[in-house]
């Protein structure tokens, strides 16, 4: 018997869905769903968290309880990422054991914890915090291919996870390139070695290849697969729930799901995809074997676009491609997933615009510290001197990355006391873990998008334009603007941007457009541009400031990475044209330096 780990209401609309599906629209079939069977379902983690407090002004919390009310003989499970809880930056572990206290509270039985870099150490608080309450840890490794990344490397890894006290262990493809072959050699490696603990095969449907790959895998001895629903599945989502239960009946891997009832929970969930038309993306459900060669998810591939185009270099998107492969091998073969595929991407896209390893943001240089965890492979001498200097040895951490980090909860607990904004505990992590967007979301000022009820958007809601775009590419922006009538569709200049599955809300300054900033209305003598389009971060001089070249006089966010302005020559400065917070384009002019 093979069970399923079905992931409709998290990872599948996270993929095809920009993971707005809301609580009330997973309630109505959550008892029909509830009755099949899973080994588990997964209902959170991932964007999960940030989404529903970004964009859908939902608590993801009480989505968690309402969810675990509603079904109550099925494990809920989470995918926890590591020392980086829901989010892509390290944790002290007072905040990652109180995170996973509350989410058993509130209803969550299962977490499959992973770490982008597959170092066991960022996983060890985790695993023992679930255990201690009382949950199934799930020990999961991230698929790549690279010449690290043997068969008998993922061996050994699973067998530690075991020893670590791992429930179950998971194979985690999450670009959907594993092949059956490979998917085989990895179960099978497993059994021979003797590991006792069921072991669980996700992956992605993008290959094409992934059916087969499920099948080797559970010939192999797989206990579990991952799926979704059929009219969520399939594309950068999961093989369909449905379809792999058809596949294994009357084999000896037979689920013993009643095949009628999935059929019957199917026709809602049909609706449930004609109601969200608005966020369906045709690209997204086409079957890609290029990932096989370049190893880039799609998800990532699609961030690559916009970015190469939000910074001006829209024409050099297979320059960045293989700049990428090269930047991977020279980081040591990190597998692509969050964060490690935004370090890796973004430091490609640098390359290609100012030159080789001209401009480092922190997190590249972070990573190459080790604030990340051990990368797979070896760092080159030379690329660790391209990007720390030439005393990168004394540089580098070797003690597990959250070890440098001072406990955190109480802090933040006292500061959102002193605001008046406890109603529950939880708010503390919604707070610690998101301290902006969460803070919004606590004081009630957070947006909503959209109900269940405004479903579904008319195609000519501003929501629907990049639907009408991936169907019709052809058509112009002045031509979709016609559509539905004189000045309905009208340009936007804010877009969502996916990331690995995740939306994040961008805004853009059109061409032709004049912002209102003295900076950019004439050209200002020493003025230093930010070469970059992003936010500012911090400003860490002031007018009149005596600065030397190289000093750090502006941090800026792009593409999610820190950048530093430096001055380019030593001086005064004599003015700052941006404040923190500030959004601005490559051309900005941000402080003029005088001799």
């Given at each position: ?325 090269r930047v991977r091998e020279e980081l040591g073969y990190p597998p692509l997933v969050t964060p490690t595929s935004q370090v890796v991407g973004v ?91 969460g803070l919004k979301f606590l004081k009630g000022e957070a947006k909503t998008e959209f109900t269940s009820k405004d479903l579904p958007l008319p ?137």
């Amino acid at each position: 018997m093979v069970q399923l780990h079905d992931q409709t209401f998290r990872d599948a609309h996270q993929s095809l869905l920009a993971t707005r599906m809301r609580t009330e629209d997973m309630l109505p079939i959550a008892e029909k769903m509830d009755k099949i069977g899973f080994f588990s379902m997964e209902v959170w983690g991932g964007a999960t968290f940030d989404v529903p407090i970004r964009y859908l002004n939902e608590d993801p919390w009480e989505r968690l309880n309402k969810l675990k009310e509603a079904m109550p003989n099925t494990p809920m499970q989470m995918l926890e990422r590591a020392m980086n809880i829901v989010a892509y930056w390290n944790f002290p572990d007072d905040i990652v054991m109180k995170f996973i206290e509350f989410a058993k509270k509130n209803g969550c039985d299962y977490f499959r914890i992973f770490d982008a870099l597959n170092d066991l150490r960022n996983m060890k608080v985790p695993i023992e915090t679930t255990k201690k309450v009382g949950a199934h840890a799930q020990g999961c490794l991230c698929y790549t291919i690279s010449p690290v990344h043997t068969v008998d490397r993922y061996v050994e890894k699973f067998k530690e996870l075991e020893k670590m006290g791992c429930d179950s262990l998971c194979i985690k493809d999450m670009a959907g390139m594993i092949s059956p072959k490979r998917a085989y050699n990895i179960i099978k490696g497993c059994k021979d070695a003797g590991i006792k603990i069921p072991i669980d095969l996700h992956s992605h449907y993008t290959s094409g290849m992934t059916g087969m790959a499920y099948m080797r895998a559970i010939e192999a001895g797989a206990d579990i697969v991952d799926t979704s629903m059929s009219p969520i599945s399939g594309g950068t989502a999961q093989p369909a729930t449905e379809s792999i239960v058809a596949a294994l009946k009357g084999t000896e891997w037979d689920t013993g799901y009643d095949l009628i009832e999935l059929v019957e929970i199917r026709r809602y969930f049909v609706k449930i995809w004609s109601k969200y038309r608005h966020l369906h993306r045709f690209n997204a459900l086409k079957v890609d074997p290029s990932v096989t060669v370049h190893q880039i998810p799609g998800g990532m591939l699609s961030n690559l676009i916009f970015q190469l185009e939000q910074q001006g270099i829209g024409d050099k998107y297979f320059e960045v491609l293989d700049e990428t492969a090269r930047v991977r091998e020279e980081l040591g073969y990190p597998p692509l997933v969050t964060p490690t595929s935004q370090v890796v991407g973004v430091q490609a896209v640098m390359n290609v615009k100012f030159g080789r390893y001209k401009k480092i943001p922190k997190e590249t240089k972070d990573y190459c510290k080790g604030l990340y965890g051990t990368p797979p492979g070896e760092i080159k001498p030379e690329i660790m001197e391209l990007v720390l200097g030439k005393d990168w040895k004394d540089q580098i951490i070797t003690c597990r990355p959250a070890d440098l980090l001072e406990p955190l909860y109480k802090k933040r607990r006292d500061e959102l006391e002193d605001m008046g904004l406890i109603k529950k505990e939880e708010d503390v992590i919604t707070y610690a873990i998101y301290p902006e967007v969460g803070l919004k979301f606590l004081k009630g000022e957070a947006k909503t998008e959209f109900t269940s009820k405004d479903l579904p958007l008319p195609v000519t809601h501003p929501f629907s334009r990049a639907l009408i775009k991936s169907i019709f590419p052809e058509l112009t922006d002045e031509e979709i603007e016609g559509i539905g009538g004189k000045g309905v569709g009208a340009i936007p200049t804010e877009f969502d941007v996916e990331v690995d599955g995740e939306i994040y809300d961008v805004k853009l300054t059109p061409k032709g457009y004049e912002v209102a900033k003295p900076a950019e209305k004439k050209k200002i003598e020493g003025g230093v541009a930010a070469g970059l389009q992003g936010t500012i971060l911090k400003i860490k001089a002031k007018n009149g400031d005596k600065v030397k070249e190289g000093d750090v006089v502006v941090l800026l966010e792009a593409m999610k990475m820190e950048n530093e302005i430096v001055s380019p020559k030593s001086g005064v400065i004599k003015d700052i044209f941006v404040k923190e917070g500030e959004e601005v384009s490559p051309d900005s002019i941000l402080f003029a330096i005088g001799g």
